[in-house]
Nanobody, 123 residues
Framework: QVQLVESGGGLVQAGGSLRLSCAAN????????VGWFRQPPGKEREFVAA????????PYADSVKGRFTISRDNAKNTAYLQMNSLKLEDTAVYYC????????????????WGQGTQVTVSA
């Protein structure tokens, strides 16, 4: 098990940028794939991006390709989501999640979740 804490959310104007962080405890962080998911108001939680433990595989949702970048620093036990060119429809609670082993994009495959951080994009 790994415990996750997100930070970096907030209010930003459309077209702006934010960087979310996901800090993890534990000594085996590099063995975990990390995913970012989001839940817009009134909608289901959806996949945003993920990153493998150490091989550099980074799948993205089509809606964020070219705008968002996921990365990680295993020495700091932290993953990041750089969000650029934010749109109104990016407004959501953003969650990071982790799973042992290979990276996947399916929400239900992740068994360690943070508490979420709110991102609000205004016009």
């Amino acid at each position: 098990q790994v415990q996750l804490v997100e930070s970096g959310g907030g209010l930003v104007q459309a077209g702006g940028s934010l960087r979310l962080s996901c800090a993890a405890n534990g000594r085996t962080f590099s063995s975990y794939a990390v995913g970012w998911f989001r839940q817009p108001p009134g909608k289901e939680r959806e996949f945003v991006a993920a990153i493998s433990g150490s091989t550099g595989i980074t799948p993205y949702a089509d809606s964020v390709k070219g705008r968002f970048t996921i990365s990680r620093d295993n020495a700091k036990n932290t993953a990041y989501l750089q969000m650029n060119s934010l749109k109104l429809e990016d407004t959501a609670v953003y969650y990071c999640a982790a799973k042992w082993g290979v990276v996947v994009t399916t929400t239900s495959r992740y068994d360690n979740w943070g508490q979420g951080t709110q991102v609000t994009v205004s016009a």
